[in-house]
């Protein structure tokens, strides 16, 4: 088999590639900022534009150590934001579907704030193949949005409008085609390091209560 039918091979055996302008958005606001379901359903429909953000370690200096030093993870980042780009119709729709989000968020009339758990909501994003069908997915937990972008307007353009949307969230939990996590335990379900250990390792120091 050539190297070419063996990545050809390999590309199908995990559903073939991913196409980048196959996607599906949910997004669900507070009941109390856009009371139509349905609201939800044509805003999501419109996303244009969106990055899944990704993951990273934080990392901190060992130089508790004599000789070089080297970097230790010391705990989990993601992006500080989401941004995504919606088609905006004549009426402003998308636009507005955001601000009263934020109004929700933030009186206008009174500046109270109000109550986080009452505000954010999740968001999934599924890739989808060429037939439509869900492959993979991802949940921004706990998102809102934090800026509703300007509008930019020109007479010597004829390009459709859209809008910028960046969301905040709390973390990124990827899924399956049916949006149950993966690897949502302690440790993924197979090790690629080394492998798992059925029994613990027996204490020098004997037997401790844990």
């Known amino acids: 088999m050539s190297s070419m ?40 429909f419109k996303v244009q534009t969106l990055t899944i953000p990704g993951k990273n370690l934080r ?24 941004a995504m780009t919606f088609y905006l119709s004549a009426e402003h729709f998308e636009r507005d579907f955001f601000v009263n989000w934020i109004d929700m968020i933030i009186k206008p009339d009174s500046y109270n704030l109000e109550y986080y758990d009452n505000y954010k909501r999740d968001i999934t994003i599924f890739q989808l193949d060429r037939q439509d069908q ?38 990124v939990i990827q899924t399956d085609a049916n949006g149950r996590a993966k690897n949502s335990g302690y440790r993924p379900s197979t090790s690629t390091t080394r492998p798992r250990m059925l029994t613990p390792p027996s204490s020098p120091y004997g037997a401790m209560d844990r």
Do not use: H, W
């Open 5 to 44: 039918d063996e990545f050809i091979a390999q590309i199908q055996r995990k559903g073939g590639p991913a196409y980048l302008n196959r996607f599906e958005v949910i997004i669900l606001s507070p009941f109390e900022a856009n009371a139509d379901i349905e609201a939800d359903r044509l805003t999501s």
């Open 59 to 82: 990392t901190t200096p060992n130089e508790n150590i004599y000789g070089p030093t080297y970097e230790m993870a010391q705990g989990l980042t993601y992006a500080e934001s989401v």
């Open 134 to 171: 869900k492959t993979a997915g991802y949940i921004l937990k706990d998102a809102y949005p934090k800026t509703v972008g300007g509008i930019d307007m020109s007479q010597s353009s004829s390009e459709l409008g859209t809008i910028n949307v960046d969301f905040s969230f709390k973390e």
